[in-house]
């Protein structure tokens, strides 16, 4: 991809990383801008999008974004009931839930996975300064199928996946809940995984792109393939969306250091 910036060497590599665990470890009791439980309904106006392997909308099968009913702890289920074709056709491979406020910076947060009994198809995630004009967005994911968590950049409605860094040592249990959060700041993109059962931390990633700048938030299924056809309708859950603005990170970065003051300084030189 072009726009990629230059690092500044290993220090500032890990110093900009160090800010940024520093607000995904207290990202948790900052309001968001938004926030969505689906426990009584959609608190948030989304919009839900499905498209087949050609980035048209699928010629068969129905498509589903509900909330499902789970006692206590309700969540959305995005599916699909037909199976997609390579090169377009069928059912959809992609399918898309997002909230229509645009922001910048941003931290962004889910549960994915949330209900493992419907089963994940490939890749889950959240994604963040999206455009559905141009069909681009960056995307912090787990490929449920080949055992990966990546943050990649998305183009022409996610029809092509440039991936910005990876860790394909994590081990992935199709049964696990995760929490991805992903961490938008000017060129600088990180994301951390943790299992919901147990709170660990098994994967956090940094990469630097500046092609996108802004745009909307949201959740993101794609199905799984057997390297060029799809092989089952595209299924995912989730729970618990957060969307935060810069405005509000301001003040959580300073807490946790006050690195933010000086990133900003310096952006803005």
Avoid: C
Wanted: proline content about 3%.
């Amino acid at each position: 991809m072009t726009g990629i910036r230059r690092i500044d060497g290993i220090a500032r590599k890990l110093w900009i990383m160090s800010i940024a665990l520093t607000a995904l470890v207290l990202s948790g009791p900052i309001r968001a801008d938004w926030t969505e439980d689906f426990d009584a309904g959609f608190d948030q106006t989304w919009t839900f999008l499905a498209i087949d392997d050609d980035g048209e909308p699928p010629s068969t099968g129905v498509s589903e974004f509900e909330i499902i009913d789970a006692g206590v702890d309700d969540y959305l289920r995005m599916s699909h009931s037909t199976t997609a074709v390579a090169g377009g056709g069928g059912g959809a491979s992609d399918l898309f839930g997002y909230v229509n406020e645009t922001f910048t910076d941003s931290l962004l947060s889910a549960d994915i996975n949330s209900a493992p009994g419907d089963g994940p198809q490939n890749i889950l995630g959240i994604f963040g300064r999206g455009n559905s004009v141009a069909g681009t967005a960056y995307i912090a994911g787990v490929d449920f199928a080949n055992s990966f968590f990546a943050i990649v950049a998305a183009d022409n409605f996610f029809d092509s996946l440039f991936i910005l860094a990876s860790d394909p040592t994590v081990v992935i249990d199709s049964n696990e809940t995760y929490r991805v959060e992903f961490l938008l700041i000017d060129a600088y993109l990180f994301a951390r995984l943790t299992e919901t059962s147990s709170g660990d931390v098994v994967s956090t990633l940094m990469a630097q792109d500046n092609f996108y700048t802004s745009g909307f938030s949201g959740l993101f299924v794609e199905t799984e393939y057997d390297g060029v056809d799809p092989v089952a309708p595209a299924i995912g859950s989730f729970d618990k969306v957060q969307a935060v603005p810069e405005s509000s990170m301001v003040g959580m970065l300073f807490w946790g250091g006050g690195g933010l003051a000086l990133l900003w300084r310096k952006r803005q030189t």
